[in-house]
């Protein structure tokens, strides 16, 4: 999909979809003119060598806010893994909030994601992921096999992040240097040239009172951060994240939070 800004909005320019991915028409959940995407998979989950693509690009002052229409649910693959990679490009001026569900991984589900993001200086991102295990029939955690994630965000064609996270449950998975006893794990990467160290500890002071959850900021290279955090639910997560995620369109991009509505 291409968005481009049309006068006050941002307009889809260009889309195509084939098989069981599908995105939706654009919606305006606010009047700052951001465009909303859906993400749609009929087909109900992920299984045996499925392989899907997303490409994504904002043209100079595009603004879209890209989500799912319900959690990615990874099934059993003990032939192949699941597999999604994305390419995002983005111009100077445009804002990228790409916010899916969970990935829930069921017992023996192998998935592998990718992420290339090319963006030019002045272009924002805000990408989160969240990773729950699923139902298994002893119900047991961490009954899946693998779920492993690359993001490589390039600005001016130079590397500017690279993030590598793999999880493969063990015997010793929820111990000391793994998950710390928690079950859940989600990270939030943030890119926008007006973030300061100022800000960030604005975004961080209230994470003191989390205490159901291990929580990770860090600074990039470039203006912005990266927000780690384990928990023990989903909801857990969200909270962290949406807190975050508030803050960022408050201050930065001068918008109200916005409830993305799945049902």
């Not at 983005?90 to 790409?98: A, H, I, T, W």
């Not at 600074?219 to 955090?229: I, K």
Request: charged fraction near 25%; hydrophobic fraction near 35%.
């Amino acid at each position: 999909m291409t968005a481009a800004n049309k006068g006050d909005h941002t307009i889809l320019k260009d889309s195509y979809s084939e098989g069981a991915f599908k995105i939706t028409r654009p919606v305006y959940l606010t009047t700052s003119g951001e465009a909303y995407f859906y993400i749609m998979n009929p087909g109900g989950g992920y299984v045996d060598g499925d392989t899907y693509q997303i490409d994504i690009c904002l043209e100079e002052a595009a603004k879209a806010v890209v989500t799912t229409q319900s959690s990615t649910k990874i099934y059993k693959t003990r032939t192949q893994p699941a597999f999604q990679r994305m390419n995002i490009h983005l111009k100077n001026g445009s804002v990228l909030e790409y916010l899916p569900d969970p990935v829930i991984a069921y017992q023996n589900a192998c998935y592998k994601q990718t992420m290339v993001v090319k963006m030019e200086p002045e272009a924002s991102i805000i990408c989160s992921d969240i990773y729950t295990p699923g139902w298994a029939p002893d119900g047991t955690f961490f009954q899946y096999d693998s779920l492993q994630s690359k993001m490589e965000i390039y600005m001016d064609n130079r590397l500017v992040l690279f993030d590598h996270v793999k999880l493969e449950p063990d015997k010793d998975f929820a111990g000391i240097g793994m998950m710390e006893g928690f079950t859940h794990f989600g990270s939030l990467i943030v890119i926008d040239h007006r973030i300061t160290r100022a800000l960030l500890e604005e975004v961080q002071e209230p994470f003191d009172s989390y205490s159901n959850s291990r929580i990770g900021i860090s600074m990039l290279e470039v203006p912005g951060f990266a927000l780690r955090v384990l928990a023990s639910s989903t909801q857990e997560i969200e909270k962290v994240q949406s807190l975050c995620h508030e803050t960022i369109r408050r201050r930065i991009f001068k918008t109200d939070p916005v409830f993305l509505r799945k049902y």
